[in-house]
Structures are given as structure tokens and as C-alpha cells.
């Protein structure tokens, strides 16, 4: 551990709770050197959707460098990706009736949100961008001015402008798509009119707070009322982890812009991509680009992930399934020790308990940890545990990883309940 210490800067955070040497990882587990195994409740942040190392997308990237299939082309053709846009258009756009550009940006999320906001200021003509209480959308500075934590703003160094924040839904009992329009159509209420509304459907760093089919409607139809392009950020949320390949699907809305990175290379490599509605295609060549926009491994892995997984529905019921068994186990947790948790939140493999503070959290992952599981908090005071397993998890690892959690609450519950009075 001492070149981790002596070496890498502070910024690290998720190595200062899990403190120890990964060597290798499959399907749901990550292993030690000396061959301790952790159940892996985080998967790179919503990255490994399809667990580590999964066998069917290593075999498709090992054949492709094998043949030494092209690995950077910065944004000129190559078969890999149309393979991968290929996939796209016949597993995900028809099936759903979309029709959307893509653009590949810089590998991050966060570049896939600077260009999406860019784009919507540069189709407008307008600069104002509409975000949410309690959103997170990345820590570049264009990504990071329509995010609402404070810890990650304050790392800016800058005043982070040209944003205007209302209220997500069920924040402090105020309807904030009421607040919002009534806002629109008053001359005198100090709003500039927004180019772009950008929303996660469920806010993955944010708490898990999961907007309801009727809200987004609702705030889709403003948007069209008032000429103003809706952003979903799927980047969390997106590639199944509610349940469906889109978080938007179950509310029958069509996004202008959709923002999509993490899980859509599939195996964990680099990829981001921005969709859009073909007639917001305005770029310039160049415009946004990026050294790494080409990363064909990527591509390779991403194809043969949706030609897998998302060729029928067969998937989608399989995360069905597990994301009862959470919800059954984390409900039942929080009814039998109701004084140190206010209740469950998320949809799908992206739930969470909702602790009663942050130390309440802390220690019962802390726990997890030492009996072999990792898994992360959320929130503004990082007051929600957040299960977020590979969606390939079977229904036995998930068993396993839901009695270590009931374990590390009963182990620890009698001296958090001793505190608290």
C-alpha cells in the first residue's frame, strides 16, 4: 500500500473505504492477491453492467486485437463502429421507435454532457440551462455548473454560472414543474428562458430520488409548450439499470438529447455518446471532438453487448426479477429497524436505503466490507446506502450480498439505535 500512499494524489475517494489491492475480478466478485473474494456492490459506478470480465465480450475483444482490428481512429470510419451503430439502430432505436443521431465525444460522461448542453445553447440561440436539485452530471466545469452537490462545485475554484436550479420531484414538498412554468410565462419572474432541461430519471449520486412517469411527462410538455430542448442524462441510469435499456421508457417520453457513457461500452472500456434528434444535427466539422472519441475496443464490446443482452426482453426480466429480491430484503430491513432508516428509493438494480446520516451509512458498509462486500453511499450527506450490483448478477450472489448486508445491520444496529438515544 506505501506507492498508493507516497504516490497518488488525495482526490482518490473510493480506495479510502476500501483499503486494499484488487488483482483480479468476474462476474459479480473482485479478488486480492491473496485471494480474499468481495462481492461487488458498486460495479464501477454503474460501468459494469455486465459484470468484470464478462466471458462472452472478452472473447469478442480478444478476437478483434487478435486480428489487430484498428484501436484509435479519432473519429474516421472503421468496421467496429459500424458494427456498434449498427447494433444500435436494430436492437434499441427501432424496437423504440427513435430516431437519433450519435455523436461519439471524449470517453467520460462528462464530455458527453458538455456537448449536449453546447449543442442545445448552439440550436437555441439561448445560454440558460434548466437543472435539478440535488443533480449530478460530472465535474468538468460546463457539467459540473448544472450540478447541484456542493462539495464537487466547490472544486471548480470559478463561479459556476448560466444555470438556473428548481425543484426535483418530492423535494421539500414543492412542485417545482408548477414553480417552473408559472415561471415561463411570467415576463417579470427574472427567469431567462433555458435552452435545455437536463435531468437524470433517477439521481444516481443525488440519493436515488426517482422522478415518476407523470412528473417527466409533465415536464416533457413544458419543455415543447416553451420551445426548449430536454436533456436526459442516462448516464447512470441508462443501459438497463432500471430495468429498461432507456430510464425515460416507462413515461413515453422522446428526449431531444439523451447523454449515455458507463455501462454502454459494455465491458468497462471508455465510451460516451450523445443521441439526438436528427434535426439538431447543426455541428460544424470539428466542432466538439476529442482525441479519444474513437476508442474501437469499445465499440467491439458495446455491439456484442446489445446484440446479447438486448435482442429481446428475456434481459430486462432478469433485472426484473433481482430488483425484487432488493427491494423485498432492503423493505424489510427498514420496516424492522425503523428508527435508523426513513425508507427505500431508486427503481430497478439502482435502489438504495435511505439511512437516517451519513455515519449511519458509513458503518454499515464499513461492515459490509469486512464481511466481504462493497458497496457505496449516496446522497447529500451520503445518508443512502446504494445497491448497485452488476445486472448480470445471479439470483444466489445477490442473496449472498443481501444477508451480508442484513448481517452488518444487525451487528451494528444495537449500538447505532444506543447512540441515537
Not at 411570467?186 to 422522478?211: F, H, M, R, T, Y
Not at 433485472?319 to 431508486?346: H, M, P, W
Request: hydrophobic share 40%; charged share 20%.
Amino acid at each position: 500500500m506505501d506507492i498508493f500512499t507516497q504516490k497518488e494524489s488525495n482526490v482518490q475517494s473510493y480506495a479510502n473505504n476500501f483499503p486494499v489491492v484488487f488483482s483480479t475480478a468476474k462476474g459479480s466478485h473482485l479478488y486480492t492477491k491473496e485471494g480474499d473474494a468481495y462481492l461487488d456492490f458498486l460495479a464501477g459506478a454503474g460501468s459494469l453492467n455486465y459484470g468484470h470480465n464478462n466471458d462472452i465480450l472478452k472473447q469478442a475483444l480478444l478476437e478483434y486485437i487478435e486480428q489487430d482490428g484498428l484501436t484509435h481512429g479519432l473519429d474516421m470510419h472503421s468496421d467496429a463502429k459500424a458494427q456498434f451503430l449498427l447494433a444500435m439502430q436494430r436492437y434499441i432505436f427501432a424496437p423504440r421507435r427513435l430516431d437519433y443521431k450519435v455523436q461519439f465525444t471524449g470517453p467520460t460522461g462528462t464530455n458527453a454532457v458538455e456537448a449536449a448542453i453546447k449543442l442545445a445553447r448552439k440550436v437555441t440561440g439561448r445560454t440558460n440551462i434548466v437543472s435539478f436539485t440535488n443533480g449530478f452530471h460530472g465535474c468538468s466545469l460546463g457539467a459540473l455548473a448544472v450540478t447541484g452537490n456542493q462539495h464537487h462545485r466547490g472544486g471548480a475554484g470559478m463561479s459556476l454560472n448560466g444555470v438556473t436550479r428548481i425543484p426535483y420531484e418530492g423535494y421539500a414538498d414543492t412542485d417545482g414543474l408548477s414553480l417552473f412554468s408559472a415561471m415561463l410565462d411570467d415576463n417579470s419572474s427574472g427567469l431567462d428562458k433555458p435552452a435545455g432541461v437536463i435531468v437524470e430519471v433517477v439521481q444516481g449520486e443525488g440519493g436515488l430520488n426517482a422522478a415518476s412517469p407523470q412528473w417527466l411527462r409533465r415536464l416533457s410538455d413544458i419543455c415543447k409548450q416553451h420551445d426548449i430542448l430536454l436533456i436526459v442524462d442516462d448516464i447512470q441510469a441508462g443501459c438497463g439499470r432500471t430495468g429498461t435499456f432507456f430510464s425515460f421508457e416507462p413515461a413515453e417520453i422522446k428526449p431531444d438529447i439523451v447523454t449515455l457513457s458507463k455501462s454502454i461500452g459494455g465491458y468497462g472500456l471508455p465510451l460516451a455518446v450523445v443521441l439526438y434528434k436528427p434535426q439538431y444535427d447543426v455541428w460544424k466539422p470539428g466542432e466538439h471532438n476529442g482525441t479519444f472519441r474513437g476508442n474501437n475496443h469499445a465499440f467491439v464490446t458495446a455491439a456484442k453487448a446489445l446484440e446479447t443482452y438486448w435482442a429481446d426482453d428475456k434481459f430486462a426480466q432478469h433485472i426484473d426479477q433481482r430488483a425484487s429480491q432488493v427491494t423485498q430484503c432492503i423493505e424489510k430491513v427498514s420496516q424492522q429497524y425503523s428508527s435508523l432508516f426513513n425508507g427505500v428509493k431508486g427503481r430497478g438494480l439502482m435502489q438504495g436505503i435511505e439511512c437516517l446520516d451519513g455515519d449511519v451509512a458509513h458503518q454499515i458498509t464499513q461492515e459490509c466490507f469486512h464481511q466481504g462486500m462493497v458497496i457505496e453511499t449516496a446522497g447529500p450527506d451520503d445518508e443512502v446506502i446504494k445497491f448497485f450490483c452488476p445486472l448480470t448478477i445471479t439470483a444466489s450472489e445477490l442473496d449472498k450480498g443481501l444477508a451480508i448486508f442484513k448481517s452488518a445491520v444487525d451487528k451494528v444496529a444495537p449500538r447505532l439505535i444506543k447512540q441515537a438515544s
